[in-house]
């Protein structure tokens, strides 16, 4: 059975870096498109950074761009989420995804999820 496992997560200050790693089992990893989401409570899950089954596309939203950065190491099926220059808005549960869809990811098309990393940034 597919999993996923997030970790990296925790408290920071403002303008604090924090690296996310996602770690799939279960599954052929580099069929699969990987996306980092994140939560706050009462609000819909939303999309953070994207990136192909080869790592050779990768996808953000605006609100991270220039800022965060995906990457992906297929020989260790591990998915990561490089933040820099945290703001308070940045916090959030951040959840990686796989989908096999020839989509690329979306809340919508994901086939697995994780359980989420906790990143807290305060002033």
């Known amino acids: 059975q597919a999993q996923l496992v997030e970790s990296g997560g925790g408290s920071v200050q403002i303008g604090a870096s924090l690296r996310l790693s996602c770690v799939a089992s279960?599954?052929?990893?580099?069929?699969?498109?990987m996306g980092w989401f994140r939560q706050t409570p009462g609000t819909e899950r939303e999309f953070v950074a994207s990136?192909?089954?080869?790592?050779?596309?990768?996808v953000y939203a605006h609100s991270v761009r220039g800022r965060f950065t995906i990457s992906r190491d297929n020989a260790l099926n591990t998915v990561y989420l490089q933040m820099n220059s945290l703001k308070p808005e940045d916090t959030a549960v951040y959840y990686c995804g796989a989908t096999d869809s020839m989509y690329a990811p979306s809340r919508f098309n994901i086939n697995f999820w994780g359980k989420g990393t906790p990143v807290t940034v305060s002033w």
């Open positions: 990136i192909s089954r080869s790592g050779s596309q990768s």
């Open positions: 279960g599954l052929t990893f580099s069929n699969y498109a």
